[in-house]
């Protein structure tokens, strides 16, 4: 007699219950965090991070920016002086200020401002620049405590940061970023009612694709190729209106002008090519 073996039945999917498993794959999906928003453009920071060495050769390949200083030092500290800030001790006119050096790179800026009394805390997205920045303030011990260098983004350092600075500099820097709304709302997060931001950078015209790209790069070799994108170039105008969204009213804006042939920049009406604008963001009314 054969023996007949039982069978045990699986209950089968149905189209019901094959609904509900997709339904609640799509829901885990939902719960997920959108993608971060990013001001980094990673090529950029590889570009620069490849001249980490030749960051503090005066005579190399940036020494368009370091001719800059004069100018860019010039700049935040007379536009302190005009919103009022009192200068206590004439050889440290900026002593008691804190000051934000966003994109700081090898610490070109950071540095002259901690030497006339600022208190700088610079920050880069390349870790190659932020060794450099601290070797280089390492060889002068008066700028102990005065300096201190993160590597991080504007976007991850702002949340911890908000309204914790006097004035923020972001000098040369902007025409790189990927986000530019995100990058100026970060930054003025950091900055205290009725406190500075100044910036320098490119505007987006005819004659700057020109003079910053074809003329700087392929023609002069004032900086590196492919330093620049003119599709990331920000007008005037268009600072402004952001600026103004984040709560910060323009100041001053000024031209500038390089002489390659001096290795010298001046200040100048047009700011057809290059420019500077200093901005104040807004006290909150009581």
Request: hydrophobic fraction near 40%; proline fraction near 5%; include cysteine.
């Amino acid at each position: 007699m054969r023996t007949i073996k039982s069978l045990s039945l699986r209950p089968m999917s149905t189209g019901f219950t094959l609904r509900n498993r997709l339904s609640e794959q799509i829901q885990q999906i939902t719960k997920c965090d959108p993608p971060k928003k990013s001001t980094v453009d990673p090529t950029t920071v590889e570009l620069h991070s490849r001249l980490s060495n030749k960051w503090w050769n005066v005579n190399g390949e940036l020494r368009a920016l370091h001719a800059l200083n004069p100018l860019r030092v010039q700049f935040v500290r007379d536009g302190l002086a005009n919103m009022g800030f009192k200068v206590e001790y004439p050889y440290l006119p900026l002593k008691g200020i804190k000051i934000l050096d966003v994109g700081c790179g090898g610490g070109l800026l950071s540095e002259p401002l901690a030497r006339i009394g600022a208190d700088v805390t610079g920050i880069d997205a390349s870790s190659e620049l932020i060794t450099v920045a601290k070797e280089h303030a390492a060889l002068d011990f008066s700028l102990d405590e005065k300096l201190n260098y993160i590597e991080t983004v504007i976007e991850d350092f702002a949340p911890d940061n908000k309204e914790a600075f006097n004035a923020i500099v972001a000098s040369e820097v902007i025409e790189h970023v990927n986000d530019k709304e995100l990058f100026l709302k970060c930054c003025t997060s950091t900055l205290k009612p009725g406190g500075s931001i100044f910036l320098t950078t490119l505007n987006k015209t005819l004659p700057s694709w020109f003079g910053g790209i074809i003329a700087a790069e392929n023609v002069l070799k004032l900086v590196p190729k492919g330093t620049h994108d003119w599709n990331k170039f920000i007008t005037v105008a268009e600072m402004q209106s952001l600026l103004e969204t984040y709560g910060c009213k323009t100041k001053l804006i000024h031209g500038m002008f390089y002489n390659p042939l001096r290795n010298e920049w001046f200040w100048m009406t047009s700011t057809v090519i290059n420019y500077a604008l200093h901005a104040v963001k807004r006290k909150v009314q009581k």
